[in-house]
């Protein structure tokens, strides 16, 4: 659909599903044992299916590696970049070859750089998903802000001719939101920053308003915590919950 349509939310999604649940999955167990339904209930726990190679086991691995294929795409123009992993992707352009190499700590943080390296200048697009979220992202090409509005739900298109060296950044802010369980009702919701869920880590039903979830500070590389009066609550993103409890879900008020 992605291919076909050139309609960025299939690129969030995708992104979505590696970051909260792909990326966290337990590994699959020798026996036949394996993570496939993720747990997103007010007290969620990480598990294995009870039966052995249940009849979608394969689904999750076969996923992960279509990760590998879905990252870029290729069309007579140019390129699209669907996902922000590290990594580098190389391919002929009317004759010239180029490499494009992303590196970034994305989602944990918000700047993405890419370097491009080609045998001869080239005019072609570089299209950059910029995600429905992402109010206010901004790119810059060779340390100039790019004249190319980065539109949130679309791809924004870098035409120029290409040549070696060049390097373009794309800032995605990863502020935090509120995201309702049903778009109809204002509860529950769930917290995100980015494409990133932050799940809570409890086995209760903490009393919390919108306000308290939405200033949840990030206090080191991969767990927030927002004040409760004289409390706090720690959340986590799926990639780091291990055995603890936690809940997807919180109702404010």
């Not at 909260?20 to 294995?48: H, M, S, V």
């Not at 009870?50 to 870029?72: E, H």
């Not at 308290?212 to 409390?231: C, D, F, M, P, Y």
Request: charged share 20%; glycine share 6%; aromatic share 12%.
């Amino acid at each position: 659909l992605l291919r076909f349509t050139r309609d960025s939310r299939y690129g969030d999604s995708m992104e979505r599903v590696m970051y909260n649940t792909i990326l966290g999955a337990k590994p699959l167990q020798p026996d036949g044992r394996t993570f496939y339904y993720a747990d997103y209930n007010f007290r969620g726990i990480k598990f294995y299916h009870d039966n052995r190679w249940p009849c979608c086991s394969g689904t999750m691995p076969q996923i992960a590696t279509d990760y590998n294929i879905s990252t870029y795409l290729r069309d007579a123009e140019g390129v699209y970049v669907n996902l922000y992993i590290p990594s580098t992707l190389r391919w002929r352009q009317h004759g010239a070859q180029l490499s494009l190499t992303q590196k970034s700590e994305y989602p944990f943080a918000s700047q993405i750089q890419f370097e491009l390296t080609a045998s001869r200048s080239e005019e072609f697009n570089i299209h950059l998903r910029i995600p429905a979220w992402a109010d206010g992202a901004s790119i810059a090409i060779n340390g100039k802000r790019s004249a190319e509005v980065a539109v949130p739900g679309q791809f924004a298109v870098l035409r120029r001719a290409w040549k070696s060296g060049d390097h373009i950044e794309l800032e995605l802010p990863l502020k935090n939101r509120l995201e309702p369980l049903d778009p109809q009702h204002a509860n529950p919701v769930a917290l995100l920053a980015g494409p990133l869920v932050l799940f809570a880590i409890t086995d209760g039903t903490p009393q919390i308003t919108a306000k308290q979830l939405l200033s949840a500070k990030k206090v080191n590389a991969h767990r927030w915590k927002a004040e409760i009066g004289t409390a706090s609550l720690t959340f986590l993103p799926f990639t780091s919950i291990e055995d603890e409890p936690y809940s997807t879900y919180l109702v404010v008020s």
